[in-house]
């Protein structure tokens, strides 16, 4: 056993205080190799890099689903699906912002987004396909990107600090010994003259870690006694996601010759280990620059650099008392050289990259914003004239007149540079050009600094059964109409602060004075639907066994209405059923009938009568459904409102009968495509701004909702 894993806590922390380091990775020691400079930045200042290339982040997602198709497994032996699989690499790229994006030549970030996405789309595809290659190797898996922190000895020499390794999946193989593997995605394949090289240190220092890490996993050694031998196969899976010309699998697996070349590789980790160690013990080393090295940021490299020598310890928050400490002690002649003496221009002028033209907010803070977006356009060769700025609630329309010859296609291309320029996080260009003024102009709509609520105003409340809803920066009211029978039900999403409850609020308001009869299904008490409780015309309900209950009814009125008079009755008695936080409902609803306790007292025919009706069951999911699918015909007409609909629950089917969908704020482009079948509603401002999709128009129309003068 190493001997330093038998220190006291307090001994521990002595011994760890001289060192600038408190701990030591394969990652670590690859970075000291290739680039002393980033080793010192990341793992001494920890002054990591504001940005990623783009085979990270397709890494990072690819990863995330691997570590969620994993879990699932590990439990059930169930695969999931390709379309959850990528659900969840959605949610993974759409939490990496625009800003972690490492800029490309001729390359916009949505453009680096798409193919992000195109790649993890692929690699998730082979993963499916060719799952059998880990199949063939896999009898239990013990641990998924677990973090194992272990000091370790590599030629009977003790490690003075403790190795932290991560990997991908630590298993039990079929033959019942201790096995490791290790994910990677690659646009390429690792020549196999390369493989010993690249693979080494990172197989043999996770397979140092897990041996220590086993020993104490009492449990598994029980089960599996083999397993105390340590790791007997180490593996790395290489999937492409560039297609083989040959057609052939996708997946590559390498594997690892632990026993032929474990004493070559541990001899090839010792010696970076040992100039590490050697480094972050010694105050006054110097941590060389490499130029050549491509897989850093040269630019952030050369910054940190002149930071350290211009700033010195007080420019870097993160070092640890212990650091300073050590750090203190490197001679003033190293730390500071003579770089005091050069003047700060010059300094400032070298750190940054030659050729390179400012374009931010600050740089054009006279412009206005119609000017920043000409200005940044031009820069971009492709000269524009903002030809009308149309000046809205939540934003403001821009009207871009092209200039002849230029692709309005490749207008697209710039919406974050754009955003950019103008100061705010995005901006959103709608699909289809805008008629204005006798000509067709490029919209571009910029988030407002400052919101002007659109409250309604009784003349804009049309006659008939149209319901206002809003209105969009040209002065145009938009309804939804419940007398025509392409819009009978409306869709409504929006997270809290979006203006979803003021806009249902607005519709009640609006309905009751056309005399419909309201019932609200309010299973979150919102006490802005509570106050409805005593008002006329209006029923409130909250709980979900008596919404269950209610929809069912309903289902059974509509039938009794078409037996009786047809669709006749669809005019004269017209009823409107809000129902919020659905979504929520849906996943906790009933699924089936319950017997009661006494079933077996209960005489033959009211058993079987019983029974009859437990076949007849429906949810209250397939009540609704069924409500959006014939209630027109009977008059009665749906608002379901949630914060966020799933692809399950909105479904062809029901998007089909919520021809009209209003979406508001959401989080995440794929809440947006769910509602609107394209992204947008994520670029949204809040309180009211929303995204309308209906018959009426071939893409969603950006519109400010009303709110009712009457609360």
Not at 217 to 242: L, R, T, W
Not at 382 to 390: E, L, Q, R, T
Not at 414 to 430: F, H, L, T
Not at 485 to 491: G, Q
């Amino acid at each position: 056993m190493n001997k330093y894993a038998t220190l006291s806590p307090e001994e521990l922390e002595k011994h760890l205080s001289n060192f600038l380091i408190s701990s030591w990775s394969q990652s670590s020691i690859s970075d000291f190799i290739r680039n002393e400079k980033s080793f010192e930045r990341k793992h001494i200042f920890r002054d990591y890099s504001k940005q990623k290339g783009m085979s990270a982040i397709i890494g990072d997602v690819y990863d995330k689903a691997l570590n969620h198709f994993f879990e699932v497994y590990k439990v059930s032996k169930e695969k999931t699906g390709f379309d959850a699989l990528m659900q969840v690499a959605h949610n993974k790229l759409d939490s990496i912002g625009a800003n972690k994006y490492r800029a490309q030549k001729d390359k916009t970030i949505s453009q680096l987004q798409l193919k992000a996405l195109n790649a993890v789309n692929f690699l998730i595809k082979n993963f499916l396909s060719e799952f059998s290659v880990y199949e063939n190797e896999i009898q239990e898996i013990i641990g998924i990107q677990n973090k194992i922190t272990e000091f370790i000895s590599i030629n009977d020499i003790d490690i003075p600090l403790p190795l932290v390794t991560k990997p991908d999946l630590i298993f039990i193989d079929k033959g019942g010994f201790l096995a490791v593997l290790d994910h990677k995605s690659k646009y390429s394949y690792t020549k196999q003259a390369d493989v010993n090289l690249r693979y080494s240190n990172q197989s043999i220092a996770y397979i140092l870690a897990v041996n220590e890490w086993i020993k104490k996993q009492k449990d598994i050694v029980k089960k599996y006694p083999k397993a105390i031998e340590g790791v007997k196969k180490f593996f790395f899976y290489e999937n492409k996601f560039s297609k083989n010309k040959d057609n052939s699998n996708q997946i590559r697996q390498i594997p690892i010759d632990i026993e032929k070349s474990r004493v070559l590789y541990e001899q090839v980790l010792f010696e970076g280990i040992w100039r590490v160690m050697e480094a972050v013990q010694n105050p006054d080393y110097v941590y060389l620059m490499n130029p050549n090295d491509y897989f850093e940021d040269g630019e952030e490299i050369i910054n940190f650099w002149i930071k350290t020598h211009l700033e010195g310890l007080e420019g870097f928050p993160k070092l640890k008392p212990h650091q300073i400490t050590l750090l203190k002690k490197k001679r003033s002649a190293i730390r500071r050289a003579s770089l005091v003496g050069i003047p700060q221009n010059i300094i400032k002028q070298f750190s940054q990259p030659k050729k390179f033209i400012s374009l931010t907010p600050k740089d054009m803070e006279n412009m206005t914003i119609a000017q920043r977006i000409e200005h940044r356009l031009s820069t971009f060769g492709y000269p524009v004239k903002i030809a009308h700025v149309i000046e809205g609630y939540s934003c403001d329309t821009y009207l871009v007149d092209v200039n002849a010859g230029l692709k309005i296609s490749k207008i697209y291309n710039y919406e974050m540079d754009i955003a950019n320029a103008v100061g705010v996080s995005n901006v959103r260009i709608a699909k289809t050009l805008v008629n204005y003024d006798d000509a067709a102009f490029v919209s571009i709509e910029v988030k407002r600094k400052d919101l002007r609520p659109l409250f309604l105003e009784q003349s804009e409340i049309p006659g008939g059964w149209e319901l206002p809803l809003g209105k969009d920066n040209f002065g145009k009211v938009f309804s939804w109409d419940i007398g025509n029978p392409t819009t009978p039900h409306l869709m409504i999403a929006g997270t809290s602060g979006s203006g979803k409850s003021v806009t249902i609020l607005t519709i009640i308001e609006t309905a009751r004075k056309k005399g419909i009869k309201i019932t609200i299904l309010d299973p979150k008490y919102d006490e802005k639907f509570l106050s409805y409780k005593n008002k006329r015309g209006v029923t409130v309900m909250n709980e979900l066994p008596e919404i269950e209950k209610f929809m069912k009814s309903k289902v059974e009125e509509m039938d009794e209405i078409f037996k009786a008079y047809g669709a006749r009755g669809a005019s004269e008695n017209k009823q409107l059923i809000i129902f919020d936080e659905a979504a929520d409902c849906f996943a906790r609803q009933s699924r089936s009938i319950e017997y009661p306790e006494d079933f077996e007292d209960w005489g033959e025919d009211e058993q079987k009568q019983f029974e009859r009706e437990a076949k007849r069951f429906k949810t209250l999911e397939e009540n609704t459904l069924i409500l959006s699918q014939k209630a027109r015909s009977a008059g009665i007409h749906l608002v379901l409102a949630a914060q966020r609909f799933s692809v399950k629950v909105l479904s062809g089917d029901a998007k089909a009968n919520f021809s009209t969908r209003l979406c508001l704020f959401v989080k995440s482009s794929i809440d947006s495509r769910v509602m609107l079948d394209q992204e947008g509603a994520e670029k949204l401002r809040g309180k009211g701004d929303a995204l309308l999709s209906s018959p009426e128009s071939s893409e969603p129309v950006r519109l400010q909702c009303f709110i009712s003068k009457n609360f």
